[in-house]
């Protein structure tokens, strides 16, 4: 019997890194001297885990790296910008307060499609993939396009007034820069099973960058990223394993139905907790904090961009997303069993252009 249940799933996927690195020693290397302290050697890299990072250039902004993975995505899927009718930028980063980087991001495209920005620091992405699906369900909306551009490592300090300053923040050292993208679509097998989250706002002061809106519009102090990396992983701690324990429950999939887990990054240390307080097999996981850093709502673009390739019709893969307000998500998908270019061709008869009734 054929399932009447409207499926929607990720049918394309791609990353961009920027070419410039730079690497954790040097990146210490640099705010010792301009602050004049003698951080021990080694403080950064033995904090995170962390040996080298992918920094965008000064001219190179949020936007670029979003539209440059959503070029190869649409290239991947043969498709013209036009075909989307809607555009998701969802990120932690953004090109400006106003207006939204999806306009952005679509003016470098071409398309006319449907654009908003999604922001719910790291869990951005994961959220505006949820959220082209719901529109996709509600019938909103046919193809989707989530995009990415995070550009976390301009929220660095350059310098340290003391070594009490370096404990707030060193969690801002842990970034890198990256873009991601993905279409969303309908699907005739397979696609998103179960999504959860859970959220915990009571937390929302213990890190973040707190620039930029009415509360600090202006000045430097409050461009930078400040938290308390300990009581956040403190956080994460107690609350993720129930969200993990529901989604065991709900669908009935442990470790082993699952070709891959793509969780959230921050540091080596926080994913090697994660993996001992959870007990997901390592080879499960997609490893990129130590070359990457922490890429904000990229880290799990990047991820599935990289697994994509080796995945198979009926794979599942288990998205385990973590952001700070505190927000923790999961969102189990199955790679869908027909073709990604036959699906698109049933679909392109009947889906109006974007921009049209």
Known sequence: MTSTVPRVGITAAAAYLPAGEVSTADLQQRVAAASGLPLPAGMF?????????????????????????????????????????????????????????????????GGRAHALDVTNACNSFLNGIDLARSMILAGRARRALVVTGETPTRAMRPRLADLAQARTALAGFTFGDAGAAVLVEPVATGGILDVDAETHSRHWDVGGIFGGGSRHPRGDEHTYFTGDGHK???????????????????????????????????T????????????????????????????????LGVQLAR??????????????????????????????GMTECTERSEGREDMPKAGTA
Do not use: C
Request: aromatic content about 6%; charged content about 25%.
């Open 268 to 299: 080596l240390p926080y994913l090697r907790r994660f993996v001992e307080v959870a007990g997901v097999p390592e080879d499960k996981l997609v490893v990129t904090v130590p070359d990457l850093g922490n890429l904000a709502s990229a880290t």
């Open 45 to 109: 890299a033995q904090a995170t885990g962390i040996d080298r990072r992918r920094v965008a250039r000064a001219d190179e902004y949020a936007s670029d790296l979003a539209t440059a993975a959503a070029r190869q995505v649409l290239a991947d899927a043969d498709l013209d910008a036009l075909d989307i009718d809607l555009l998701l930028y969802a990120s932690a980063t953004r090109d400006m307060v106003e207006p939204a980087t999806a306009h952005v991001v679509q003016s470098a495209l």
């Open 232 to 266: 956040l992983r403190g956080v994460f701690e107690k609350i993720g394993l129930g969200l993990l324990e529901r989604v065991a429950h709900r669908t009935g999939l442990g470790w082993d139905d699952y070709a891959a887990v793509l969780v959230h990054q921050v």
């Open 307 to 336: 697994v994509r390739p080796q995945l198979r019709p009926g794979d599942r893969v288990l998205f385990v997303g973590l952001g700070g307000g505190v927000s923790l998500m999961t969102m189990v998908w199955e790679v869908s």
